[in-house]
């Protein structure tokens, strides 16, 4: 696409076929992405074909829209400001933000408000300047007629739709394989060829065939070079994790386009232009409440990630030592005790062996859910540490944390677990348990025999449950 670019500059030199040549290369490209688009979904096969057909229709509007552009200027020679393929052109936005909201749909199927919020922030900063530059601008303009003052207005406008809705792709959760990057270079690059061509309207120092043509090429190339690349289908897989949150680029970006409402006062101030105050003062004021919103949902995120354990879901080790204190604090207010059990995978080292890290990943994983179905509701499920987990149990007496370790033992060895597509294995755990007060005065005494019951019940034959005051074998 690079050499066919570089050919489009190169046909004029011919002479007098030299514009026939130049828009039958262009319309190669062009024609070309539609194709590859279409070829990537036949071969790559993706389980959700929508939002890449939608692309496909879209990028096919905008060939139509070409063909019909060419009809009319070269082949009609007509000076028009607006032609049929104005509505044609107009109609791929919506086509391209449908098969983009599509993929965020399937990437991340729940409200996930910090992306919402960062797309937000960024589409309000480049909406007060595509009114101030480009809006205002072409409303205004007094050398045009209504209608194609609408047809100026209307194309920053959709540039603003798909803006908000590529910022939220890229700004949320899910793989980033290569046909991921090689769409979002493609959209950004739309967007920046059609701000400048916006201005370049504006200012009427558009030319045909100048270096924009070139920028419309690529985006064309980097939508077809992202269908047809390998890792396609692979975009719209489910991501159970949350985006990144607060990495430096994202950051970054987001400071930009914080300070951009008040940058673009300043400079309208000094250019002794129109201010816009208003609109200026209503996007300083809404992006400044996002980003609180932003801020707190970063402080929830980050809290959240203190007390949840990155890999099982489950509640963190410091977690589980807060909510101690708190129930043995209760303890001594009210009649009643809290136990403890400690959970450890039996010969777990010997599954990473065998399996590797990722098969001993899905152990942990599985025992954790496992763990959450067989507790009652008010426990708190804790991995403690590699492959030893921790139930916190308040109101539990001598009966209670036997029956329930029992019923967590069971869980475990009854039903073999998944290490891959193919493999099943039997996985079983020893337990170690203690009460406070009946068993220990403390919480540092009711971890530390808790921790050694659990010692017991491995020296024992393991696949076992013990308390200090009991043994019940497997």
């Known amino acids: ?34 194709g590859a688009l279409l070829v990537g979904v036949y071969r790559n096969r993706p389980t959700r074909k929508g939002p890449w057909l939608l692309l496909a229709a879209g990028q096919l509007v905008t060939a139509s829209a070409d063909l019909m552009f060419d009809v009319y200027h070269f082949l009609l020679e007509t000076t028009a400001d607006v032609t049929p393929a104005d509505p044609l052109y107009l109609a791929a936005y919506p086509l391209y933000a449908a098969g983009l909201l599509l993929l965020v ?51 920053p406008v959709m540039d603003l739709l798909l803006l908000a809705v590529a910022s939220r792709l890229m700004l949320g959760a899910g793989v980033r394989p290569p046909a991921f990057r090689l769409l979002s270079g493609g959209l950004v690059l739309l967007l920046v060829v059609d701000a400048v061509y916006g201005v370049q309207q504006v200012l009427g120092v558009y030319e045909d065939g ?28 489910h991501s159970p994790a949350a985006g990144p949150d607060a990495t430096a680029g994202r950051l970054t970006v987001l400071a930009v386009a914080a300070l951009l409402a008040p940058a673009t006062l300043l400079g309208q ?33 980050q809290r959240q990630m203190a007390i949840t354990d990155a890999l099982t879901g489950l509640r963190t080790r410091r977690f589980l030592q ?24 039996d010969h777990f080292k010997r599954v990473n062996d065998t399996y590797g890290h990722h098969g001993g990943d899905r152990v942990l994983c599985e025992i954790a859910h496992r763990l959450r179905s067989l507790v009652r509701p008010g426990d708190v499920v804790a991995r403690y540490g590699g492959e030893e987990f921790a139930v916190l149990l308040p109101h539990a007496g001598d009966a209670d944390i036997v029956a329930i370790g029992e019923r967590i033992r069971r869980g475990m060895a009854t039903a073999p677990i998944a290490v891959d597509g193919e493999t099943l ?11 406070l007060p009946g068993h220990v005065l403390t919480t540092d005494d009711l971890t530390l025999t808790a921790d050694r019951a659990l010692y017991a019940a491995k020296e024992a034959g393991r696949n076992r449950l013990v308390t200090s005051q009991r043994d019940s074998s497997a």
């Not at 996930?112 to 937000?120: Q, R, W």
């Not at 294995?425 to 009460?435: F, Q, Y």
């Open 1 to 34: 696409m690079a050499a066919v670019a570089g050919l489009y500059y190169l046909v004029p030199l011919l002479g007098s076929v030299g514009p026939a040549a130049q828009t039958v290369t262009y319309a190669i490209v062009i024609w070309s992405s539609v």
């Open 269 to 301: 101030y000094l250019r002794h232009a129109p201010m816009h105050v208003p609109l200026a003062t209503a996007s300083c004021m809404a992006m400044f409440l996002l980003v609180i919103a932003r801020m707190a949902a970063m402080v929830r995120v």
């Open 105 to 155: 749909r399937y990437r991340t199927p729940g409200w996930n408000a910090p992306s919402m919020i960062d797309a937000a922030i960024i589409a309000i900063s480049a909406g007060l300047l595509s009114w101030v530059f480009l809006i205002s601008p072409s409303a205004h303009a007094d050398d045009l007629s209504p209608l194609a003052r609408a047809v100026m207005v209307t194309y």
């Open 210 to 237: 100048n270096y924009l043509d070139a920028g419309w090429m690529f985006v064309g190339a980097l939508l077809g070079a992202a269908a047809l690349h390998p890792s396609m289908p692979r975009l719209t897989e």
């Open 425 to 435: 294995i039997t996985v079983t755990v020893s337990i170690g348990a203690s009460i």
């Open 322 to 345: 807060q909510a101690l204190r708190s129930e043995a604090a209760r303890t001594h207010r009210a009649d009643f005790s809290v136990g403890l059990l400690l959970i450890d995978v």
